[in-house]
């Protein structure tokens, strides 16, 4: 019972804020305000406020919102798995394995790497760092 008046109270606030913003000409405000106001009203009137008191208090109601919660918490945790999994596989697929390797030749073979981008054994390190690096400004005409 008090559920309903604190609703028909609210309402009738909303409806007399909605009158006096209607009254300083602002027409479509006023309309959203008293649609605010009215959906208290309308619940009371159709007995969703009466249920939500009775399932507020019930311990069967509350065993269920457990329930969904379980139920909900389930779902999200093995759809972050499939996609979390789902991404692992994509992944590898995406590029093609010599598209990651720049050509470096001029087209007569003259790059040092090969077409998946591994380079020959018997450089070392920092000599063929160098090697590329010509080779690069070779092919820009530098």
Do not use: N
């Not at 109601?61 to 918490?73: C, I, K, P, Y």
């Not at 380079?119 to 092919?139: N, Q, V, Y």
């Amino acid at each position: 019972m008090l559920a309903e008046t604190v609703c028909s109270a609210v309402s009738a606030a909303g409806l007399g804020i909605a009158a006096i913003t209607a009254y300083r000409r602002r027409f479509v405000a006023a309309a959203r305000i008293a649609a605010y106001a009215l959906v208290p009203l309308g619940l009371v009137m159709t007995g969703a406020v009466e249920w939500l008191a009775g399932t507020a208090f019930s311990p069967v109601a509350w065993a269920g919102f457990g329930v969904l919660g379980v139920a909900w918490l389930l779902f999200t945790t093995t759809r972050a798995v499939e996609r979390r999994r789902a991404g692992r596989r994509a992944q590898p697929d995406a590029v093609a394995p010599a598209a990651s390797a720049p050509s470096l030749g001029t087209g007569s073979g003259a790059g040092t790497g090969t077409a998946t981008g591994r380079r020959p054994a018997g450089k070392s390190g920092s000599a063929d760092d160098f090697s590329d690096i010509e080779a690069i400004l070779k092919k820009h005409g530098i």
